[in-house]
Structures are given as C-alpha cells and as structure tokens.
C-alpha cells in the first residue's frame, strides 16, 4: 500500500480566496487547479489548502 503525504497550506499565511482573477497564476494539476502563490502551488481541498 502507498502511503500519499497530505501537506496543508497554514491558513494564517492565506488571506484570500483563490479563484478566476484572483491575480495568482493557476495551473492545471490532475482534476483541479493549483495557485502559485509565494513561491509555490496549492490548492483547496475541503475546507483547508493542500501544498501541490
């Protein structure tokens, strides 16, 4: 079995919603998007940032 590290993005350092326009560039990652953001990407994911 694959154990899958599951990293979040502290929220502290997050004050704004990801979305269209919202001024970070969005990639493409898998089913989703990610947000580059301070040097690197994440995405939402239930509530809280996954780190991508």
């Known amino acids: 079995m694959t154990m899958i590290d599951h990293r979040t993005h502290d929220e502290h350092d997050h004050d704004h919603q990801h979305g269209q326009g919202c001024g970070h560039e969005a990639v493409e990652h898998d089913d989703h998007l990610d947000?580059?953001?301070?040097?690197?990407?994440?995405?939402?994911?239930?509530?809280?940032?996954?780190?991508?």
């Open 35 to 52: 947000y580059v953001h301070d040097g690197h990407r994440h995405a939402g994911h239930d509530g809280h940032w996954d780190e991508h």
